[in-house]
């Protein structure tokens, strides 16, 4: 199967109401020319998990900024002056989730395991609505796993079946990501042929990913 689309073609697998997995960190190892794609469509109603709302005009932030999200589960709004308005006018619903869980709530998702018992939290507005678990003279909360219908990753080399390379710090969320999703959709900055990307360089294995866009870079 060819898995290499144009952004048109895979711009026809984004719609309305779904939840979405944005890798990145403040918008790096974030494919902006899809963002800028999904900003363009202008699809509404969608819930983003990633690990922040980026910036105004970078990363997941550009979507806030077009209201076309109701939902952010994250780590953290504060790079993105706009999220915090609309979630205090009632316009946005902001999750807030500490990073490490948030990280191991996507890992359990592409693991297949139904949740983890984790301190973080305990005494605070977090435990709220969970269920805590004593276990060895001490109280957890459950966590339970987070999957979404898709995940826009940002690939710095791939090859034509879908391996991946993040280079340096572009890694962060995008490789448990993959796993996480019911469809996949890598932006690459570079495609390569099948067998030039050195298989101890591969962080994204291809049967993971779906679909690969990009590559003019």
Do not use: W
């Not at 890992?107 to 435990?127: D, K, P, Q, Y």
């Not at 791939?158 to 890694?171: E, L, M, P």
């Not at 932006?187 to 779906?210: K, Q, S």
């Amino acid at each position: 199967m060819n898995k290499i689309k144009s952004i048109d073609e895979v711009m026809e697998f984004i719609k309305d109401d779904m939840t979405i997995m944005v890798g990145g960190f403040m918008g790096v190892g974030t494919p902006e020319f899809i963002i800028d794609a999904i900003v363009k469509k202008n699809v509404k109603n969608l819930t983003i998990i990633a690990n922040d709302t980026g910036f105004p005009d970078r990363g997941v932030g550009k979507l806030v900024v077009n209201k076309q999200v109701k939902k952010v589960i994250a780590s953290h709004i504060g790079l993105n002056p706009e999220a915090g308005k609309q979630m205090n006018r009632g316009e946005l619903i902001v999750e807030l989730v500490p990073q490490g869980t948030l990280v191991e709530q996507i890992r359990c998702g592409g693991a297949g395991i139904g949740g983890f018992l984790t301190e973080t939290g305990i005494g605070t507005i977090v435990e709220e609505g969970k269920q805590k678990i004593k276990a060895q003279d001490k109280e957890y909360i459950l966590e339970l796993p987070l999957r979404a219908d898709l995940a826009i990753l940002g690939g710095s080399i791939v090859d034509k079946q879908g391996n991946v390379f993040y280079n340096a710090s572009t890694r962060n969320f995008n490789p448990l990501m993959a796993t996480a999703a019911d469809n996949v959709i890598v932006g690459a900055e570079r495609i390569v042929e099948v067998g030039e990307l050195d298989p101890n360089h591969v962080m994204t294995p291809g049967i993971f990913v779906d679909y690969i866009v990009g590559g003019e870079a």
